[in-house]
């Protein structure tokens, strides 16, 4: 990880020292090929389109569950993530495929490798958009797909962090979520709208749609998003784009 940001290394042990645990508590909850905190399934939002013998990289694969299971789709998976233990998990659960120990916004990977590049709450929110975004955009070939799935400011702006909950209360402004202090120097990011139409549009990707998943009224999760709370406001934001 040399030479890269800040906060990448104390993310990194972070998510070293907490593998273990976060499989242990979501494993069984995460089902392969579907989407965010409630699980909501590719086959029904049908973001990344037909799949087989495409090129496709998973930024912030974690233990690769999505990867797995569009590999059994006919895909040609790569999985990156900067943590070895998420990636051990990922070997444990049967990725067969090329998995890249290397963080997001320095990929160790040729130009114009992939025909869709995604992410579920990974790189987009773990590593710098501002540094992400144009790896993502090098990464992909003309006429390809980025997929990514990030918190969204609403469900920032409301968390009572002692509660560990979304209430109904605007808690923490809008303007400066940018960068979120996970303590020890660990960070998360978490872009306003207009921020995140800028920046990929600075990158040369075009936005095709913004999906925010509602969950259904019997909707579960181990995330400790409360569910009325999710049906009234978005928790999610997902980013189609496209490279021209």
């Avoid at 909501?40 to 495409?54: F, M, N, Q, S, Y």
């Avoid at 916004?105 to 773990?126: C, K, N, Q, R, T």
């Avoid at 003309?142 to 990514?148: A, W």
């Amino acid at each position: 990880m040399a030479g890269a940001p800040e906060h990448v290394e104390p993310n990194r042990a972070a998510w070293n020292a907490g593998a273990d645990e976060y499989q242990r508590k979501h494993g069984r909850f995460l089902r392969g090929d579907a989407w965010g905190t409630w699980q909501i399934p590719e086959t029904e939002l049908g973001l990344l389109g037909a799949v087989a013998g495409k090129d496709v990289l998973e930024l912030g694969c974690g233990a690769a569950r999505f990867s797995i299971a569009l590999a059994a789709r006919g895909a040609r998976c790569v999985g990156l993530d900067y943590s070895e233990r998420q990636l051990e998990h990922a070997r444990s659960l049967g990725a067969d495929f090329p998995l890249v120990l290397a963080a997001a916004e320095s990929v160790p990977l040729p130009d114009a490798s992939f025909d869709i590049v995604f992410s579920d709450h990974g790189a987009l929110s773990w590593g710098d958009p501002a540094c992400v975004l144009p790896e993502a955009a090098r990464l992909l070939r003309s006429r390809g797909l980025l997929v990514f799935n990030v918190t969204s400011p609403f469900a920032r702006m409301c968390l009572d962090q002692k509660a560990g909950r979304q209430v109904e209360q605007l808690l923490r402004p809008y303007f400066g979520l940018r960068r979120i202090d996970e303590g020890d120097g660990a960070a998360t990011f978490n872009l306003g709208y207009g921020e995140w139409i800028r920046l990929l549009h600075a990158n040369g990707l075009e936005v095709e749609d913004l999906v925010e998943p509602q969950p259904p009224e019997d909707g579960t999760t181990t995330y400790g998003i409360p569910v009325d709370w999710a049906r009234r406001w978005p928790a999610e934001c997902i980013w189609v784009c496209r490279k021209p």
